[in-house]
């Protein structure tokens, strides 16, 4: 048993209560006091995303889940947003910056036709050079045609990848 003297708890309470006030009034996120930056370089948004089944035919409104292939190509590790069990403080920043993978529905012509149509988050940490296989529930338009299909990463209030300069996967897919 490890018995702490009163001035060692003392401190460690006064760390935990300053950093749950720097929390509360928005001056930092919950993670920053123990984990690395929320918001990564630009060189931390470079992704390889790959759908291991993808879709070329599918019914007007069909909803479908596909197993996805993410890979961490970019030299900075991914703190995802989610709460990391060994360490409870790290990544765990209640979602502001929280990394998911998305997709978006574009016409033939990649004009966005769908925004936003699906999301799924990857695990708290991914490595650079980790692949993570994850499912991801989307689905087709209403209006029958043909359509690009376009799976990004997002990390909220801040990017999505591509706009960084990281490949998205895209697939054209036939709604009947």
């Known amino acids: 048993m490890v018995v702490m003297s009163d001035e060692k708890l003392i401190v460690k309470r006064l760390h935990f209560c300053a ?11 919950l993670g920053a006091c123990c984990a690395k930056p929320l918001i990564m370089p630009d ?3 470079r992704a390889s995303i ?23 190509a970019s030299d900075v590790e991914w703190q995802t947003g ?13 979602g502001q910056y929280a990394m998911f993978l998305g997709d978006h529905w574009l016409s033939a012509d990649g004009i966005a036709v769908i925004n936003d149509d699906g ?3 990857p695990p708290d940490v991914i490595a650079p ?14 209006t029958p045609g043909e359509y690009i299909l376009e799976l990004d990463l997002v990390q909220e209030n801040v990017t999505w990848f591509a706009q960084k300069g990281s490949s998205t996967a895209r697939y054209t897919v036939k709604v009947e």
């Open 82 to 94: 989610g709460v990391d069990t060994k360490d409870p403080w790290r990544g765990n920043d209640n």
């Open 19 to 29: 950093r749950a006030l720097l929390v509360s009034v928005g001056l930092v996120a």
């Open 50 to 72: 790959v759908v291991l089944d993808p879709p070329n035919l599918m019914a007007n409104g069909e909803k479908r889940k596909l197993r996805v292939n993410v890979k961490n």
């Open 43 to 45: 060189s931390g948004y």
């Open 119 to 121: 999301r799924s988050q």
């Open 129 to 142: 050079d980790e692949t993570y296989t994850m499912k991801l529930g989307v689905q087709a338009p209403s």
